[in-house]
C-alpha cells in the first residue's frame, strides 16, 4: 500500500504527521476548554482516522533492514511457506500464530495483523480509562519513545506489552485479566517482569515502597555494573534469548543494534514518569487504587531495567515498563481537575513528552 513511500524517509514521515497531530492539540488547548463539545467530536474523528492510518502505515511497511527484525520475522515466514520443519521452543503463542497465518496468509498479511493486535489494545485501554478523551491517551501511545520500534522491530514483544494493556481493561474481572497476562507471557517470555512487578505491587499497596525501591536502583545499578546482568542471566526464570540480551554473548545478539553503557538520557526519559506519579500520589493526594497499582508496576519493572543498564541489550527490557508511561502521566490529568487551564498543561507536558521522540528518531 505504501511502497510509493522512498523507505529512507517512511520512519520520518510518520513521525511528521504525528508532529503536525501534536501542533494542532496544543493550538487546541490554548483557544478550548478540554470539556468544549466541538473540540470532543473534532478530536474525536482525528482519533479514529490517525488510529486506522497508523495501523496501515505500520502494517504495509516494506520488508527492509530499516524496519530491524521484519527482515528476519520473513526469513521465518518463508520457511514455514516451504513447508520445512520450524521447531516451536518459545514464544509458543507467537510462534504458532505466525506458522498458521503462513497456511492462510502472506508476510503483508500477518505483519498487518500484528499491527491491529498491537495498536487496538492501546486503544481498547484508553477508551476504558479516558473515556471522551480517550484520544489523548491514544496519541501518547503513539509518541512515545519506543512505540514505533515495538511494532516493526521487537514485535513479539511489542505484542506481549499490548496483552499485558488488554489485560489490564478487565482490572476488575481478575479471571479474565490473568488470563490475559498469560496471553503476553506467550507472545514473548520477559513479560514475566511487569507481570511480576504487577503482583507484587497488588499485594503490598504502599506506593512509597515503589519509589523507594526505584531511587535504590540507581546507585545499586551504578555500584554492581554488569554484575546484575549476570546475576539475573544466571537466574531460572531467563531463557535462551533472555540471557543473551542481559550477558550480549552470541553472535546473534550482536548484530543488532543497541548502546551500552549506563544511559543518563533514558534514565531521565524513565524518570519523567515516576516524577508523575509521585506528584499525583504523594502531592495532589490521588488515591485512586487502579492508578497506585499502576505506578507500583512501572516502579518495579523500571528499577529492573535499571539494575542492568549496562547490558548490551537493555533497551529490550526498558519497554517492558516504558510501555506504561502514557498511562502513567496522562491518567489522572483526565480523571480528576488537578489545576487550573489543565488542558493548557496538558498540551505542554504532551509536547515535552513527544520532543524527547522526535529528537532521538529524528534529529539525532
Same mark, same amino acid.
Given at each position: 500500500?505504501?511502497?510509493?513511500?522512498?523507505?529512507?524517509?517512511?520512519?520520518?514521515?510518520?513521525?511528521?504527521?504525528?508532529?503536525?497531530?501534536?501542533?494542532?492539540?496544543?493550538?487546541?488547548?490554548?483557544?478550548? !476548554?478540554?470539556?468544549?463539545?466541538?473540540?470532543?467530536?473534532?478530536?474525536?474523528?482525528?482519533?479514529?482516522?490517525?488510529?486506522?492510518?497508523?495501523?496501515?502505515?505500520?502494517g504495509?511497511?516494506?520488508?527492509?533492514?530499516?524496519?530491524?527484525?521484519?527482515?528476519?520475522?520473513?526469513?521465518?515466514?518463508?520457511?514455514?511457506?516451504?513447508?520445512?520443519?520450524?521447531?516451536?521452543?518459545?514464544?509458543?503463542?507467537?510462534?504458532?500464530?505466525?506458522?498458521?497465518?503462513?497456511?492462510?496468509?502472506?508476510?503483508?498479511?500477518?505483519?498487518?495483523?500484528?499491527?491491529?493486535?498491537?495498536?487496538?489494545?492501546?486503544?481498547?485501554?484508553?477508551?476504558?480509562?479516558?473515556?471522551?478523551?480517550?484520544?489523548?491517551?491514544?496519541?501518547?501511545?503513539?509518541?512515545?519513545?519506543?512505540?514505533?520500534?515495538?511494532?516493526?522491530?521487537?514485535?513479539?514483544?511489542?505484542l506481549?506489552?499490548?496483552?499485558f494493556?488488554?489485560?489490564?481493561?478487565?482490572?476488575?474481572?481478575?479471571?479474565?485479566?490473568?488470563?490475559?497476562?498469560g496471553?503476553? /507471557?506467550?507472545?514473548?517470555?520477559?513479560?514475566?517482569?511487569?507481570?511480576?512487578?504487577?503482583?507484587?505491587?497488588?499485594?503490598?499497596?504502599?506506593?512509597?515502597?515503589?519509589?523507594?525501591i526505584?531511587?535504590?536502583?540507581?546507585?545499586?545499578?551504578?555500584?554492581?555494573g554488569?554484575?546484575?546482568?549476570?546475576?539475573?542471566?544466571?537466574?531460572g526464570?531467563?531463557?535462551?534469548?533472555?540471557?543473551?540480551?542481559?550477558?550480549?554473548?552470541?553472535?546473534?545478539?550482536?548484530?543488532?543494534?543497541?548502546q551500552?553503557?549506563f544511559?543518563?538520557?533514558?534514565l531521565?526519559?524513565?524518570?519523567?514518569?515516576?516524577?508523575?506519579?509521585?506528584?499525583?500520589?504523594?502531592?495532589?493526594?490521588?488515591? !485512586?487504587?487502579?492508578?497506585?497499582?499502576?505506578?507500583?508496576?512501572?516502579?518495579?519493572?523500571?528499577?529492573?531495567?535499571?539494575?542492568?543498564?549496562?547490558?548490551?541489550?537493555?533497551?529490550?527490557?526498558?519497554?517492558?515498563s516504558?510501555?506504561?508511561?502514557?498511562?502513567?502521566?496522562?491518567?489522572?490529568m483526565?480523571? /480528576?481537575?488537578?489545576?487550573?487551564?489543565?488542558?493548557?498543561?496538558f498540551?505542554?507536558?504532551?509536547?515535552?513528552?513527544?520532543?524527547?521522540? /522526535?529528537?532521538?528518531?529524528?534529529?539525532?
Open positions: 500500500m505504501f511502497d510509493w513511500i522512498p523507505v529512507e524517509f517512511y520512519i520520518a514521515i510518520q513521525y511528521n504527521i504525528l508532529l503536525l497531530v501534536l501542533l494542532i492539540i496544543i493550538a487546541n488547548s490554548w483557544v478550548y !476548554d478540554v470539556r468544549d463539545q466541538q473540540s470532543l467530536q473534532f478530536f474525536q474523528i482525528l482519533g479514529v482516522s490517525l488510529t486506522v492510518f497508523m495501523i496501515l502505515y505500520m504495509q511497511r516494506q520488508i527492509n533492514y530499516r524496519f530491524g527484525d521484519t527482515v528476519n520475522y520473513n526469513k521465518a515466514y518463508k520457511i514455514m511457506l516451504s513447508g520445512e520443519s520450524f521447531k516451536i521452543e518459545k514464544d509458543y503463542l507467537f510462534n504458532y500464530m505466525m506458522l498458521y497465518c503462513s497456511k492462510i496468509m502472506s508476510i503483508h498479511g500477518f505483519l498487518q495483523l500484528c499491527s491491529v493486535l498491537y495498536m487496538v489494545p492501546c486503544y481498547l485501554f484508553s477508551k476504558k480509562y479516558f473515556g471522551n478523551y480517550w484520544f489523548f491517551a491514544m496519541f501518547m501511545f503513539m509518541v512515545s519513545f519506543s512505540f514505533w520500534a515495538y511494532g516493526v522491530n521487537g514485535v513479539r514483544n511489542g506481549g506489552t499490548s496483552m494493556l488488554l489485560a489490564l481493561v478487565f482490572y476488575q474481572r481478575k479471571w479474565l485479566m490473568y488470563a490475559l497476562f496471553v503476553s /507471557y506467550f507472545m514473548h517470555a520477559s513479560l514475566v517482569i511487569p507481570i511480576a512487578a504487577f503482583i507484587v505491587s497488588g499485594l503490598y499497596k504502599n506506593p512509597k515502597a515503589y519509589l523507594v526505584w531511587l535504590l536502583a540507581i546507585p545499586l545499578s551504578l555500584a554492581g554488569s554484575a546484575w546482568s549476570t546475576f539475573f542471566a544466571n537466574l526464570f531467563a531463557e535462551d534469548r533472555t540471557q543473551g540480551y542481559l550477558t550480549g554473548g552470541s553472535e546473534e545478539y550482536n548484530n543488532q543494534f543497541s551500552t553503557g544511559r543518563w538520557d533514558f531521565l526519559y524513565s524518570a519523567s514518569a515516576v516524577v508523575a506519579g509521585w506528584y499525583f500520589i504523594f502531592k495532589k493526594n490521588i488515591t !485512586d487504587k487502579f492508578y497506585v497499582h499502576l505506578f507500583g508496576t512501572y516502579c518495579i519493572a523500571n528499577a529492573f531495567w535499571i539494575l542492568v543498564i549496562t547490558a548490551a541489550f537493555s533497551n529490550r527490557f526498558a519497554y517492558l516504558w510501555f506504561l508511561m502514557p498511562a502513567v502521566i496522562a491518567y489522572p483526565f480523571r /480528576y481537575k488537578i489545576w487550573d487551564n489543565q488542558y493548557k498543561i498540551g505542554v507536558i504532551i509536547f515535552l513528552y513527544f520532543m524527547f521522540t /522526535y529528537f532521538m528518531n529524528v534529529i539525532l
